[in-house]
Nanobody
């Protein structure tokens, strides 16, 4: 089993910044992919950013490009999401997913094997 734990959410004013952290532990495996998803009330979970160390690739949702940055430490199975210039529409519960993912399927939540409990991000206007 793999345990995934997120941290770093909170309340921030529009234009502010937050940094989310996610760590995977336990029976972690190589060729892993880690992604950040978010889910707002009444909406489906959407993929925000993904990193694949084996491919050396990252992916971003169009609406967060230029504002959010995903990074991490493969050896520590840790990933971060630096969120700048936050907007009220970024308000959601943010989840970290972990798995061995076909890159072309990176945006699909069902492809990820393990999830954290989520962390709330609230952006006030």
């Amino acid at each position: 089993q793999v345990q995934v734990v997120e941290s770093g959410g909170g309340l921030v004013q529009a234009g502010g910044s937050l940094r989310l952290s996610c760590a995977a532990s336990g029976r972690t495996f190589s060729a892993s992919t880690m992604g950040w998803f978010r889910q707002a009330p009444g909406k489906e979970r959407e993929c925000v950013a993904v990193i694949s160390w084996s491919r050396g690739s990252t992916y971003y949702l169009d609406s967060v490009k230029g504002r959010f940055t995903i990074s991490g430490d493969n050896a520590k199975n840790t990933v971060y999401l630096q969120m700048n210039s936050l907007k009220p529409e970024d308000t959601a519960v943010y989840y970290c997913g972990y798995g061995s993912i076909w890159w072309r399927r990176r945006e699909y939540a069902d492809e990820y094997d393990y999830w954290g409990q989520g962390t709330q991000v609230t952006v006030s206007s």
